[in-house]
C-alpha cells in the first residue's frame, strides 16, 4: 500500500501570497497516477491537477504542479480569498488508490 | 455536461448492508471508468472502488470481502453495496468519474450506520 503524507498540516496565509503543498509517496508514484483536488466545507472535492502537472477543466492557471517520484508539490501562485480550503493529493497504482490526509489552507 | 447524483438510505443499522445507486446524466456511462470514495465526518477521503461500464471492478482490499460494485448500463447508474456495516462505516459517499484521477463528483451523501 503505498500511504502519501501531506506537509504542512495547515498553511495560514495572506490573499495574494504564494502557496506551496507538499505531498511525499511512501513508493515511486508514476507521475500519470498523481493528482490534486480542493475542498470547501460541505462540497465534494474538485479536481485541480492531473498526472501531477496537467491543469484540469477550468483550473485558473494560478494552480501549478510538479513532482515526480515520491515528491510532488502544489503551488498557488498568488492566493484568492475562494483558495482558502483542504488540498488532497491521490495516487493510483499497484491497483488501488489512496489519498492523502490534506493540507488546510486558511487566512493569516 | 455529466452530472452524478447519489441516492439511498441514509441510515444503516449495524450488521446489515448499505446500497447506494449514482444516477449518471447529460451523457453515457459508457466508455468510462466509474468510482466510490468515502468521507468519515471531519475526516480525510478513502478510495473505494471502481467499476468499468463493461462490468469489470476493483476494489480497496480493506473493504473487498464486503463489497460489490456494479453498473447498469441501460439505467445509465451504477451501485454500491457494502454488507455487514458497523459504525465505522458512517460516512459521505461521493460517487464519480475515473479510474485514477476523477474529474466528475456528486454532492456526496451522508450514511449513518446506528441502530
Known amino acids: 500500500e503505498t500511504v502519501l503524507t501531506q506537509s504542512p498540516g495547515t498553511l495560514s496565509l495572506s490573499p495574494g501570497e504564494r502557496a506551496t503543498l507538499s505531498c511525499r509517496a511512501s513508493?515511486?508514484?508514476?507521475?500519470?497516477?498523481l493528482a490534486w483536488y480542493q475542498q470547501k466545507p460541505g462540497q465534494a472535492p474538485r479536481l485541480l491537477i492531473y498526472?501531477?502537472?496537467s491543469r484540469a477543466t477550468g483550473i485558473p492557471d494560478r494552480f501549478s504542479g510538479s513532482g515526480s517520484g515520491t515528491d510532488f508539490t502544489l503551488t498557488i501562485s498568488r492566493l484568492e480569498p475562494e483558495d482558502f480550503a483542504v488540498y488532497y493529493c491521490?495516487?493510483?497504482?499497484?491497483?488501488?488508490?489512496?489519498f492523502g490526509p490534506g493540507t488546510k489552507v486558511d487566512i493569516k | 455536461q455529466v452530472q452524478l447524483q447519489e441516492s439511498g438510505p441514509g441510515l444503516v443499522k449495524p450488521s446489515e448492508t448499505l446500497s447506494l445507486t449514482c444516477t449518471v446524466s447529460?451523457?453515457?456511462?459508457?466508455?468510462?471508468?466509474w468510482s466510490w470514495i468515502r468521507q468519515p465526518p471531519g475526516k480525510g477521503l478513502e478510495w473505494i472502488g471502481y467499476?468499468?461500464?463493461?462490468?469489470?471492478?476493483n476494489y480497496n482490499p480493506s473493504l473487498k470481502s464486503r463489497l460489490t460494485i456494479s453498473v447498469d448500463t441501460s439505467k445509465n447508474q451504477f451501485s454500491l453495496k457494502l454488507s455487514s456495516v458497523t459504525a465505522a462505516d458512517t460516512a459521505v459517499y461521493y460517487c464519480?468519474?475515473?479510474?485514477?484521477?476523477?474529474?466528475?463528483w456528486g454532492q456526496g451523501t451522508l450514511v449513518t450506520v446506528s441502530s
Open positions: 447529460g451523457g453515457s456511462i459508457s466508455n468510462y471508468f
Open positions: 467499476v468499468y461500464y463493461s462490468g469489470s471492478s
Open positions: 464519480a468519474r475515473g479510474e485514477y484521477y476523477y474529474d466528475i
Open positions: 513508493q515511486i508514484v508514476g507521475s500519470t497516477y
Open positions: 491521490q495516487q493510483y497504482g499497484f491497483s488501488r488508490g489512496s
Open positions: 498526472g501531477a502537472s
